[in-house]
């Protein structure tokens, strides 16, 4: 037995041999193909191995039928033998999900391997594979709702594994390049910018000409979003040189001319973009790719209708409906061109033009007033937050000084003690100054992030860039009730700080009341795909006298902080029992979990987490604080352990009598 697994394991390292040596994919094919029937020598790992490279060998072939096939033989081959799972089954799912991509991008499949490949990844912990699959796993969220907030926190985590762990080239590149699409989506121009050159860096680090080529073409498109006309221009001369010099890229010119056009363009210099659109069409025939074709000519008869040469405008759009008569037009003006061919095209133009304009100047309008909208809402909550902190100090200030008015008539000998009160009162005040200015700062930073965000989109609306403009009206907003929340938030907590928040205690069974919650608290928890348990230990009967909704919004809290910050798939879990005189409830969830430095300070207001559960997953970072005032308030207590499912677990006493 021993002398056959020696024996498999030297044909299977001579197979691989023979690959290294074969000139070219064709002969790499034609060796994995004769290699098939003696699979069964080589044992389970080495046959998934073998599928592997198979078809990663079908795939450069672009035979990506196949290569599913061959990539799907090696994922079955774990599943069926029960075999450990690894680094190849991990790559294994990646590629196939790539593979399955290219032939239906809307195939959900892709996007469950994808997902597994990241479980896998992180419970091996392999941060390598954990950073690649997120890579790719992160655009499958975009469909979904906040999909692109939760990408982008994905991509974080990748970026924090970078900085702390030694990737490959190639897992860096796939990052960057992944995270440069998906700011680009999310209309962060600047991000999707500063990703690019990332990538930009690490495939001219490896000398890998056709993604350099990709990553000058992306910064141009990139700066023309940014409407950066002088940096567009920096990266077209560094196209020009690329072409130049690598001759092989024989669309390149197509694609240079077209993107100088659109830099004219953004510059009125209509006469120039037409100079440089005309140019473009001598290199037609060097070209495969339809789309830059197409968008050319109709660039070209949108420029010559905008200098009035209208005849010109025409036969340009009948030259792309001869070459591509069934294909609809890139470019929204050229459906405004047809529609005035036939009648008075002078006119109807002018006017048309007139009513885009309009549109535009409505669209400023409405960000205008949304802007407007937002600010007031920002100073009403700000000022409610600054005159509760006001009313603070003066309730201070008026006990403290009726109190040392009281010592000077009643007590003349306790001068000295007067003068250690004012001092503890100055104290205080200072304290308390110190407290507000570090409260409205850590605000102003907290509403920074979301409202360069706004801006972004903003500015995108007022430049005409965005082809959905009501999904980014409605991203508009979403993140104006983000903010609404946050500032609520705090005005919530400020209210118990002064004691004027407000309980409604009310005598029920709590036993039943959680039964009521359960199906509710439930579908919460798993339509963020995560399982939800509640184990209870509790008699038939217990009556409390609660405020009902105050505890009900503690466990939607708590949850919604498992939710936040656990990785998908995960669990959560709710425990009730009593415990002498005290009702004793507890809400936990798997990894990650949180260090025990950090463990008595997470219920502090804004408090920051510098790993994964950070606060970068969302959220205002007040929920824990908000918990705490709310139990407090019913004479209980609070406070955090480590889960022993790996994450992190919030203990709960209320007094029971």
Known sequence: MLQYQVAAAQDFSTLQKKIKSAKDNSQVINILTKQESELSLFKRVEQAKYWFLLGKALEEQ????????????????FTNNKLPPSSLLINSLIERSRVVGNINQYNTSACKDKEQALLIARQLGLLNLVAKSIAYYARCLQSEEYGITKSLQLFDEAFKIAENQALTSDIKQIIYNQAATLS????????????????????????????????????????????????????????????????????????????????????KKWPLSITFLEAGLAEVKHSKNVSYIQATY????????????????????????????????????VLLIKGVMNEKPEQIANIAFKLIDKERQLKNNFVKQTSIQAGKIFDDKLNQLDNIILEQRL??????????????IGFSYL?????????????????????????????????????????????????????????????????????????GDIYQLAQSDIGALQLKPDNFNFNQTLIVWQQELSQFVNINKLSFEI???????????????????????????????????????????????????????SAPGVSSDHLKNIFERLYRIENSRSREAGGSGLGLAICKSLIEAHQGQIYA???????????????YD
């Open 62 to 77: 672009n035979s990506m039928s196949k290569a599913a096939d061959a990539f799907t033989q090696a994922i079955e081959l």
């Open 415 to 487: 001068q000295m003690q007067r003068r250690k009160l004012v001092i503890n009162e100055n104290q205080l005040m200072d304290t308390l100054l110190n407290k507000k200015n570090q409260l409205l700062a850590d605000v102003s930073h907290e509403l920074g992030t979301p409202l360069t965000v706004l801006k972004l989109q903003v500015e995108s609306l007022k430049d005409d860039l965005e082809e959905d403009v009501q999904a980014t009206y409605d991203a508009l907003d979403n993140k104006l009730t983000d903010l609404e929340n946050l500032i």
């Open 184 to 267: 680009f989506r999310a209309l962060l121009y600047d991000k999707a910018y500063e990703y690019n050159m990332l990538a930009y860096k690490a495939y001219t680090a490896s000398n890998d000409l056709n993604s350099i080529y990709h990553s000058i073409l992306n910064a141009v498109h990139y700066s023309i979003a940014l409407i950066d006309v002088v940096l567009a221009k920096q990266h077209l001369t560094e196209l020009d040189r690329f072409t130049t010099k690598n001759p092989k890229f024989i669309d390149a010119k197509l694609k240079y001319y077209y993107l100088s056009a659109k830099v004219a363009q953004l510059e």
């Open 298 to 333: 109709e660039l070209l008869s949108i420029a010559y209708f905008r200098v009035g040469d209208i005849e010109k405008s025409y036969q340009t759009l009948a030259q792309v409906a001869k070459i591509y008569p069934n294909k609809k037009p890139i470019k929204k003006e």
């Open 641 to 655: 352990e480590q889960s022993s499912l790996g994450g992190l677990k919030i203990i709960i006493k209320l007094p």
């Open 395 to 408: 309730t201070i200030v008026v006990v403290s000084t009726l109190f040392i008015v009281m010592v000077l």
């Open 535 to 589: 184990d209870k230990n509790l008699p038939s009967i217990v009556m409390v006298n609660f405020d009902k909704e105050r505890i009900k919004q503690v466990f939607t809290n708590l949850l919604s902080n498992s939710i936040k910050y656990t990785h998908k798939p995960g669990q959560v879990k709710l425990h009730a029992s009593l415990e002498k005189n005290m009702l004793r409830l507890s809400i936990e969830d």
